[in-house]
């Protein structure tokens, strides 16, 4: 009951007021970075462990380059605290290319598909599939962006498959692939009309996050809501908190908080 309340009254804050924009905090829209363009970003999660209440805190610094208009790619690094210090336990790479856009006056639709390649060192400590800062493996999908209006809505369905994390081999009673299902709700509350580029924007948004195991069924279903500050069009300050609504995997920390610094430079490349 709670859950439902808690969906449904962040559901009637965006409706109260303001327009969109196409970016999200858990997912990636179907919209690219500007071509030229070079993207610093530093990712910080800090999430709950069920088993003993200690924080595991997990660090991504990343590079993105808007090759074209169709065409970015991130590289970007895992950091975590999981063997008490913070080590680097691997890294990532992803690339996403726009195959469709469909553009009219209040409105526009974009589909792109994606992929990820990862590798990670570290040890292999529940059923949920996570090639970004959790296992090595890959992940690819297609993502569909429309905007209406004032309101930005954004679907991604992608395949997902682990391997063996280094010398930690991947459990074999564990399922090795995964179905994730996300669907992505963000609306501009600030400011109400725009009459400089420069203007400061507040953004909130609320993300539904899903995978379901392949070979067993196992599932999980979160919701986060997340808050969104982009100066000068420039700089985007994320705050986001994961909330697991139901599960029947094993997840080390499923709840917890999101903290994201990202910085554009324009026509760099």
């Known amino acids: 009951m709670k859950s439902k309340l808690f969906i449904i009254g962040f559901l009637l804050l965006f409706y109260i007021a303001g327009s969109s924009q196409e970016l999200f905090v858990y997912t990636e829209p179907a919209s690219n970075m500007p071509a030229k363009s070079v993207g610093l970003r530093v990712t910080n999660m800090m999430m709950k462990d069920i088993h003993n209440g200690n924080i595991n805190y997990h660090l991504l610094p990343e590079v993105m380059w808007g090759v074209t208009k169709n065409l970015m790619v991130h590289g970007e690094a895992f950091v975590s605290n999981r063997k008490k210090n913070l080590v680097a336990e691997g890294g ?9 856009s469909k553009d009219n006056v209040h409105s526009h639709f974009r589909m792109a598909g994606f992929g990820r390649v990862s590798y990670n060192n570290s040890d292999i400590h529940q059923e949920e599939i996570e090639t970004n800062a959790h296992n090595s493996g890959y992940e690819a999908g297609l993502v569909a962006t429309q905007l209406l209006n004032k309101v930005a809505l954004s679907a991604l369905a992608s395949f997902e498959k682990a391997l063996d994390n280094n010398s930690y081999k991947f ?17 501009l509350m600030l400011p109400q009309e725009y009459t400089d580029y420069k203007q400061t924007n507040l953004n909130l948004m609320v993300e539904l996050l899903a995978q379901r195991l392949n070979s067993n069924g196992k599932y999980f279903i979160d919701i986060s809501p997340s808050l969104q500050v982009i100066v000068n069009s420039q700089t985007r300050i994320d705050l986001g908190y994961r909330h697991q609504l139901k599960s029947s995997m094993l997840r080390t920390a499923p709840n917890g908080f999101l903290i994201r610094v990202e910085h554009l430079l324009f026509n760099v490349l």
Do not use: D, I
């Open 171 to 187: 459990p074999a009673h564990q399922s090795n692939s995964a179905m994730n299902y996300t669907f992505s709700f963000g609306k």
């Open 92 to 100: 990532g790479a992803y690339a996403k290319y726009r195959f469709l």
